[in-house]
């Protein structure tokens, strides 16, 4: 241990105090020993530090920062070199704003488009998500702070994220839930890791041994720290043994008591603990820096146009038909869309950031150069259909040689805590395009949305540019690109179904009462409609250029793949080659192809330059669930280079030699997985893949509820109150939508509906404690009055305990 001494001087009370928070944000402090709390702040793609007085929740709006383009946006520069500028960036704002440990990055992956944080996530696959926050990490930790990746592990849903069972194969679990993370921790060495709300496989992440002590700790070696998601502890002590440091937020002292205990009795052996404190101590005081150094301010200009830069780069043109784009001079330009006139920049949640700057476009149109004869705003941004404003955005586009189509979703679909309930853009958005058709067929659409569509209405523009959640510069760099003052280079970092009912994941998502099943195993995204071959409407890693690009000369080595990229076109560009790599023997079910790496390369005009892919320790991979280790088979590999998934350029192939392992499956059960069409599993055949059978997956009714029950199940709890406070809430859900305060609506689903009782206690800084949440559990299951005095009492008890407590606190 690294404090050994520091540790010996404390008292058991006061390690104890360690393990959870002191309020929402910041860590507890031992003032006679020297041990400054650190402070913990969101986010992923600008720091979001609540004022002093905020409110606890974060509902508020922080201190003013940049608002960098989210992680989905980032992803599609496939430039870890960007990724890393971000990280430094983010790291000097967290430290002007005296942050130690800033929440992010987000490497979920995007098991199905409908989850409602794919904004915050970079990729569908684990090895572009793990790169990019490798690259994040990297620059966040080199301003001296840590970052913090999550949510480990497995949550790729956000309804029920506080108690749903993930069922998932151990291999699915391993190449692609955990890899990104492993990359994060061994690469990107980070500092501290949120655990997840979620269970895997029956136990709730922060408590699951087999993935932080023999994944984690053992096998990847980490020695930082897990903190909980806000809320998200379940049983502390649980949580400590698993090797879980920090209990976020505070619970008013009440889980360290729990602690205390446990080490009184022996049920936690104090070695255990001094662990846990080590990690923290060195968390705490590897980051210190943070308060020594003067406050600095950050250039608020220079940021942002960094900002700006970096959604430049990730912006991808996606339909460019007649070279519509970029827009020649002089043109007459109509500007339609309310999006125009307020960007959609950023998705809603713990990720909201309150931006330095704000571009709109129809304030940086005058510097693009493009003329504009006139702006529309065309529909109304949260879905009310309204013919006026077609009719006036239909007459503005008859008089123009182009219409710019500013199309996108609102700002409350994309959140924490709740799912999208489709892949459609508003059917007013469509509405407006089919009548804009009518009159003028040469639109070029804007798309501002963090995550995947369906595009049905294709057909109708010629040009088609995606600027995802481009920041607070964002709208700005999207008319850079569009008069081509930038050269686009994004590629998408997911898969863009022709329907939403095509995704592997549509049976299984947002899974049943109690569990989610992963019956489509390792085939997600790119990895599923390619192997099944189910068309697709942009595949993984597409995107379109204003020049072109030649493959050639590929040469596969040993170590890596070398080939020779031209660009053919009369423009300097940048272009992302991507090395996917398939197996040639059918022993193992596999992907018919699986992204191994990728480079940015930036050529001008007739120019060509050599490149090379290495090989590296995933390149060859698989994860054996009979000898449960990584194992490599023995056979001839086609490696593949790429200017997408499905655009495959050069061709070559090497024999390998294996480590020799068994074959892990009998191939016989798992036609589906052998087949790779796993988009209707069934289970007895799922069953054969996990190795036992699926657990239970309704509520059972006929049980009195408990802590991990939701409030969702008091509609069919025993007191009548609790069924009359469920139906409450489910009016007040559908009233706030339908008088158009979804935003509100959506709180209440994402912190009420779907919390667990022992949230109540979690999430209230100690305000109520579990002693209270067992006399609302007896209140909901039918005990009304001994419920409602248990919950006084305890309150009672709980007051005088802390004014006590303060009075001690006083006399030290
Ligand atoms: C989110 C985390 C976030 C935390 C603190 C949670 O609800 O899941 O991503 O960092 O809140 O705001």
């Known amino acids: 241990m690294k404090y050994k001494e520091l540790i010996a001087q404390m008292t058991l009370e006061e390690k104890a105090s360690l393990m959870s928070g002191k309020d929402f944000w910041q860590t507890q402090d031992i003032e006679r020993l020297g041990i400054q709390s650190i402070f913990l702040a969101d986010g992923p793609h600008g720091i979001r530090k609540q004022a002093v007085a905020a409110d606890k929740l974060g509902l508020n709006a922080g201190v003013p920062a940049t608002c960098y383009p989210t992680a989905a946006t980032v992803a599609n520069s496939w430039n870890v070199e960007l990724g890393e500028k971000v990280g430094e960036y983010l790291g000097e704002e967290a430290i002007s704003q005296k942050v130690n440990v800033l929440l992010g990055p987000g490497v979920n992956m995007k098991r199905n488009p409908l989850c409602g944080r794919n904004f915050e996530y970079f990729s569908e696959d684990p090895y572009l998500a793990g790169k990019m926050a490798a690259s994040y990490i990297k620059g966040i930790q080199s301003q001296g702070i840590s970052a913090c990746v999550k949510h480990f592990a497995v949550n790729n849903q956000e309804e029920r994220r506080m108690s749903i ?116 101590l060195d968390l705490i005081i590897t980051t210190e820096s943070v308060y020594k150094r003067p406050r600095l301010d950050f250039n608020v200009e220079q940021h942002h146009r960094v900002s700006q830069k970096v959604a430049e780069e990730s912006i991808v043109l ?111 958005q469509i509405d407006l395009l089919h009548a804009l058709h009518k009159v003028n067929p040469n639109i070029i659409a804007i798309l501002s949305c963090g995550s995947a569509v369906e595009m049905p209405w294709i057909g109708k523009v010629r040009g088609l540019l995606h600027g995802y959640l481009g920041g607070q510069a964002g709208a700005r760099a999207i008319l850079r690109v569009l008069s081509g003052d930038v050269n686009p280079s994004g590629k998408l970092a997911e898969t863009y179904p022709l329907r939403y009912e095509d995704t592997p994941s549509y049976r299984h998502f947002p899974g049943n009462e109690l569990t989610v099943e992963y019956r489509e195993s390792i085939f997600i995204g790119y990895r599923y409609y390619d192997t099944a071959d189910i068309d697709v409407l942009f595949p993984f890693g597409y995107g379109l250029s ?155 009714r006929s049980k009195p509820l408990g802590y991990n029950d939701t409030i969702e199940q008091c509609q069919y709890a025993k007191g009548a109150v609790a069924r009359l406070a469920y139906h409450l809430i489910v009016f007040a859900y559908w009233f706030l939508r339908k008088i158009g305060k979804r935003s509100t609506a959506n709180l209440i689903m994402m912190s009420v509906y779907h919390t667990p009782f022992r949230g109540i206690a979690r999430m209230t800084g100690g305000v109520v404690n579990m002693a209270m949440v067992d006399g609302l559990l007896m209140m909901a299951n039918g005990r009304f009055f001994k419920g409602l005095s248990h919950f006084m009492k305890e309150r009672s008890r709980k007051v005088k305990a802390d004014k006590l407590r303060q009075q001690n606190k006083g006399l030290a």
């Not at 949120?194 to 980490?222: C, F, P, V």
């Not at 150069?369 to 007459?395: Q, W």
């Not at 503005?396 to 182009?402: M, P, Q």
Request: charged fraction near 25%; aromatic fraction near 10%; proline fraction near 3%.
């Open 165 to 280: 069972d993930t069922i998932v194969d151990e291999r699915a679990l391993r190449e692609i839930y955990l890899t990104a993370f492993e990359i994060a921790v061994k690469e990107g060495r980070t500092k501290s890791i949120m655990s997840s709300y979620n269970k895997i496989n029956g136990t709730y992440a922060n408590e699951n041994i087999h993935l932080m002590q023999d994944i984690l700790r053992k096998e990847w070696g980490y020695q930082g720290v897990v903190v909980t998601d806000w809320g998200g502890s379940n049983d502390r002590v649980a949580g400590l043994l698993a090797g879980n440091e920090l209990e976020m937020p505070t619970t008013s002292g009440e889980t360290d008591q729990e602690i205390v205990e446990a080490v009184r009795t022996g049920e936690v052996p104090e070695e255990v603990l001094d662990k846990c404190v080590d990690r923290l």
């Open 318 to 428: 996606l339909k460019n038909e007649g070279g519509i784009l970029p827009l020649k001079f002089g043109k007459k330009v109509a500007v339609i869309g309310d999006f125009a006139k307020d960007a959609r920049y950023q998705g809603a949640g713990s990720s909201i950031v309150n931006p330095t700057i704000l571009d709109h476009t129809l304030d940086c149109f005058e510097e693009s150069g493009i003329v504009s004869i006139g702006f529309e705003s065309g529909f109304e941004r949260y879905g009310r259909k309204n013919l006026r404003k077609i009719a006036k955005a239909c007459a503005l586009a008859e008089k123009a040689d182009v219409v710019l189509l500013y199309l996108g979703l609102d700002e409350v679909t994309e959140a924490d805590g709740l799912d999208r309930r489709s892949m459609q853009i508003p059917e007013n």
């Open 546 to 700: 204003y020049t072109t690009f030649d493959y050639s000369d590929i040469k596969v080595g040993q170590m890596g793949v070398t080939f020779k990229l031209t660009n053919s076109g009369d423009r300097a560009g940048m272009e992302v080659a991507q090395l996917y790599v398939g197996c040639k023997s059918s022993d193992i079910f596999r992907p018919r192809k699986e992204l191994k790496g990728f480079v940015k390369v930036f050529i001008n005009a007739g120019e060509s330059k050599m490149v090379t892919i290495p090989f590296d320790d995933k390149t060859f991979r698989y994860f054996n669930v009979k000898t449960n280790q990584w194992e490599v088979e023995e056979a001839q590999y086609t490696i593949m280079i790429g200017a997408s998934s499905a655009d495959i350029r050069l061709t070559g192939y090497l024999q390998v030699m294996g480590t020799g392992a068994p074959l892990p499956y009998e191939k016989e059960k798992l036609p589906s997985y052998y087949l790779g069409r796993v988009n209707d599993v069934g289970v007895d055949e799922f069953e054969n893949l996990i190795g036992h059978k699926v657990p239970v997956a309704t509520w059972d």
